[in-house]
């Protein structure tokens, strides 16, 4: 029953990489089983009554991959498509994501299916604080801890806060992360996941031999995770030439204004009709010329269709799951492509919510600074593991970060044994 559940293609994609790595991995079939199905899938209707006073039942899920080596971190999203088993792709991934950079978490994640950009702020706030209460005996800080996510901020992080230390009479800050910085967030938190794909980007340039100077890099995607990543590359030196959304795509050889096109952004919600750079079609721009490509939005973009015509030297994986398990084969054929693999690119994120959620527990906080060094410390380490590990058994760097992690896993597993 759980796998009719869980019928959906990227749950399909987690489910074959995840298999692969197993295969290479020799696990036994019985710690096999145990490593790759959720622990728990939550799905809760949520009622919520709307501005024209119509009620209105949305549906939300929460999925807690793994509880083995520590509480579940992921994030909560608010969207059209959001289903339970691309929630639950999404959790298994950051269960990986967590093992790989040697956090103290499982992997979860959640989402309800809902347009929030065509809900009132009063909307969202209802239906940030029903399902937060519809959920409430599955969270907490040493249960799962969520974040923000597409179509969440730190807005929906402070209502949940709100909603959780209310029931619980006193605050508590380590219910979430990614909370405003007056409740106890962490500097560093917003561009984390950004800046953490540019410093890999950067240190993949050196070990290939290249220099920033005169390096071009393409950005799909212009939220939270491309806008920074374009930000922080453009302060290393890098010419970011191509920047697309959803509204279509940019170039401009000589290098586009990011601090430019962020202020067209505020102001119209979109990069269309930025006059700093040419409009070019969404598809074309991930093939252009360029030294990094940064794939920094929605999943499954790097296809069978065009993974043979990429002219890029460094395929940086910014969003989640960008690349299909076809996709990859035809890039360790062609073996001229640095892939930096979604679960050790964009792991960012989590690991500065982490700092956050040890900083709530201590009642101390870490300034900009101190949080980006330790970010940027825990990367280097992680991608030089990865590194290691693909050259010594002669393996792709994403079979060899899924290895590492998916070993740590079952590692764990294995130690604390099956209760009977």
């Not at 949940?160 to 209310?166: A, F, N, P, Q, R």
């Not at 960012?348 to 919510?353: A, I, P, Q």
Request: overall charge neutral; glycine content about 10%.
């Amino acid at each position: 029953m759980q796998k009719e559940l869980l019928a959906n293609p990227v749950f399909a994609m987690a489910s074959t990489q995840f298999d692969e790595v197993a295969g290479f991995l020799a696990l036994p079939d019985d710690l096999r089983e145990r490593c790759k199905w959720p622990k728990r899938l939550i799905s809760v209707a949520v009622p919520v009554k709307l501005d024209s006073g119509e009620t209105r039942v949305f549906y939300g899920h929460r999925v807690q991959h793994h509880l083995t080596r520590g509480p579940c971190k992921g994030g909560l999203r608010y969207h059209p498509a959001v289903d339970l088993g691309e929630v639950a792709a999404l959790a298994m991934w950051m269960n990986w994501k967590c093992a790989l950079m040697d956090l103290p978490y499982g992997g979860g994640k959640g989402g309800i299916a809902c347009n929030p950009g065509a809900m009132s702020p009063g909307e969202l706030e209802r239906l940030t604080r029903r399902f937060t209460m519809e959920i409430l005996p599955f969270i907490g800080p040493e249960v799962d801890v969520m974040a923000p996510d597409m179509g969440t901020n730190e807005q929906t992080m402070a209502w949940i806060t709100d909603t959780y230390s209310v029931h619980h009479g006193h605050l508590v800050p380590s219910i979430v992360t990614g909370k405003p910085l007056t409740m106890q967030g962490s500097a560093g938190r917003t561009q984390a996941t950004g800046h953490g794909v540019a410093f890999l980007a950067s240190n993949a340039l050196h070990r290939i031999n290249g220099s920033l100077s005169n390096t071009t890099a393409i950005v799909q995607g212009f939220g939270n995770v491309g806008s920074h990543a374009a930000a922080t590359l453009s302060t290393y030196g890098v010419r970011i030439v191509g920047l697309s959304d959803a509204s279509g795509g940019l170039w401009n050889a000589g290098g586009i204004d990011i601090a430019a096109l962020r202020a067209h952004v505020a102001e119209h919600k979109t990069i269309g009709g930025f006059p700093g750079a040419d409009a070019i079609d969404g598809e074309e721009l991930l093939c252009m010329p360029c030294d990094i490509l940064v794939p920094a939005a929605l999943d499954r973009v790097i296809t069978i269709d065009n993974a043979a015509k990429l002219r890029c030297r460094i395929l940086a994986e910014g969003a989640n799951g960008p690349t299909t398990p076809e996709a990859d084969r035809i890039l360790r054929e062609r073996g001229d492509i640095f892939v930096i693999p979604d679960i050790l690119c964009n792991a960012g994120g989590v690991t500065v919510s982490y700092f956050e959620w040890v900083q709530n527990f201590q009642r101390f906080q870490w300034n900009e600074r101190e949080v980006i060094t330790r970010l940027e410390t825990m990367l280097q380490r992680a991608s030089e593991k990865v590194t290691s590990f693909a050259e010594r058994h002669g393996i792709g760097q994403r079979m060899a970060a899924q290895a590492i992690a998916i070993k740590t896993v079952a590692d764990a597993k294995a130690q604390r044994g099956l209760f009977p």
